[in-house]
Every structure is written in C-alpha cells, then in structure tokens.
C-alpha cells in the first residue's frame, strides 16, 4: 500500500504534545511510518545522552536538571530536517520550549480525559512525577495545571476511545486542514494586499513598514 507521504508545502517538523500516557510515542512512531519522515522521542533522546532511565535522572540529578537538558535536547531536535517528534508530558509547559515549538513547528496536541490516562497509568513504575502515595489525585492535578499551556497547540485531537491507527488518520486530516486554512489566509493578505490604495513611492514604503 503506497505510504501517505508529507506532501504539505512546508518544512516544519511536527512535535506531539500531551499528558504522559497520552501514547505520544506509539502513535509518533505511526505517524512517522504513514508520512515517510523521521521519528525522535524527546525522553528517549535525553536517555540516551546520558545512559540513564529518567526514573534515575530524577533521582541522581533532580527534575531541574532534567528539564535544562530536556532544552538542549529540543534545540538539537529542531536544528534537524523535518520529523515527527514526541515530546515529553512537560516540554510544552517549559516556555522555551514553548516558545521554539511555536515559531519553528506544528504542535499537536494529544488530548485524553483522566480516566483514560488513570487505567493507562495505574501500573507504570516509569513515571517519577507519579511516584507518590496517591496517584490519581497527583495525575489530575498535573492535568489540571498543564491544560491550558496544551491548549495553545495548532491542532487539538481527543484521543479517547480511539485506536491508534484512527488517531493518526484524525492527525493526517488536521494536518491537510491547517495548511489549507494557513494557505487560504496567506492567499487573502496578498490579495488584499493587490488591493492597496495608489501611493507615492515613498508613502508606499511607509505604509509596508
């Protein structure tokens, strides 16, 4: 079966964002297979750097460490050609990191109620920020603070009930739709501006800038 190659007239890579759990890997790793391009886990990246789990980067270094690394990581990321990148559940929330995934990519946000994440959570040992004596209570109050910095992304998609293979089919679609609004807006502002009043050379430049 021919793959859906990124066809989209741009160069921006695309940057999963969203609660742990969310399946921002799996469905990446999908995403990356059905449009051709190449696939980064953020959390994966820093492993790797360091040889350490981030369960042990936690505990030897401190989550301060972790998110200054989890920066540089980002800023290697994004140097890279175009590719589908899973971040981890507290990229977006970091503003510099925020801020780089704005202006040099399309964030989608991978968007599951607290029941879905409590029955994917419950029996991972692999999630620090979860390693407390109530889980589901530190897990909704995560969800609670990380919403309204998930809600800036491009493009929202409510992965609740879905299998993985829909997921991406509603990311593919989202993706053609951004583009198409991106393409038709950009189209209205140079029609309008063909419609600037005559000018003076000189008046023309002033009113550009």
Same mark, same amino acid.
Do not use: H
């Given at each position: 079966?021919?793959?859906?190659?990124?066809?989209?007239?741009?160069?921006?890579?695309?940057?999963?964002?969203?609660?742990?759990?969310?399946?921002?890997?799996?469905?990446?790793?999908?995403l990356?297979?059905?449009?051709?391009?190449? *696939?980064? /886990?953020?959390?994966? @990246? +820093?492993?790797?750097? #360091?040889?350490?789990?981030?369960?042990? $980067?936690?505990?030897?270094? %401190?989550?301060?460490? *972790?998110? /200054?690394?989890?920066? @540089? +990581?980002?800023?290697? #990321?994004?140097?890279?050609?175009?590719? $589908?990148?899973?971040?981890? %559940?507290?990229?977006?929330?970091?503003?510099?990191?925020? @801020?780089?995934?704005?202006?040099?990519?399309?964030?989608?946000?991978?968007?599951?109620?607290?029941e879905?994440?409590?029955?994917?959570l419950?029996?991972?040992?692999?999630r620090p920020?979860?390693?407390?004596?109530?889980?589901?209570?530190?897990?909704?109050?995560?969800?609670?603070?990380?919403?309204?910095?998930?809600?800036?992304?491009?493009?929202?998609?409510?992965?609740?009930?879905?299998?993985?293979?829909?997921?991406?089919?509603?990311?593919?679609?989202?993706?053609?739709?951004?583009?198409?609004i991106?393409k038709?807006?950009?189209?209205?502002?140079?029609?309008?501006?063909?419609k600037?009043?005559?000018?003076?050379?000189?008046?023309?430049?002033t009113?550009?800038?």
């Amino acid at each position: 079966m021919e793959k859906n190659t990124f066809k989209f007239n741009s160069n921006s890579s695309i940057v999963l964002i969203g609660m742990m759990g969310v399946g921002k890997t799996s469905i990446g790793k999908l995403l990356s297979n059905e449009t051709l391009l190449p *696939f980064y /886990d953020s959390d994966n @990246e +820093i492993e790797s750097e #360091l040889d350490l789990s981030i369960n042990d $980067i936690f505990e030897k270094y %401190g989550e301060k460490y *972790f998110r /200054d690394k989890e920066i @540089e +990581i980002f800023e290697l #990321l994004l140097s890279k050609k175009q590719s $589908i990148i899973a971040s981890g %559940g507290g990229s977006f929330i970091n503003q510099k990191i925020q @801020e780089k995934i704005k202006k040099n990519c399309i964030s989608v946000w991978l968007k599951a109620n607290e029941e879905t994440l409590s029955a994917r959570l419950k029996n991972t040992k692999k999630r620090p920020l979860l390693d407390v004596d109530n889980r589901k209570e530190m897990l909704l109050s995560l969800l609670k603070e990380r919403e309204n910095e998930y809600s800036k992304a491009d493009i929202e998609i409510i992965v609740d009930g879905l299998d993985k293979s829909l997921i991406v089919q509603k990311i593919l679609k989202s993706l053609e739709d951004y583009f198409l609004i991106n393409k038709n807006e950009k189209n209205i502002k140079f029609k309008n501006k063909l419609k600037l009043p005559l000018l003076t050379s000189f008046s023309f430049l002033t009113y550009l800038e």
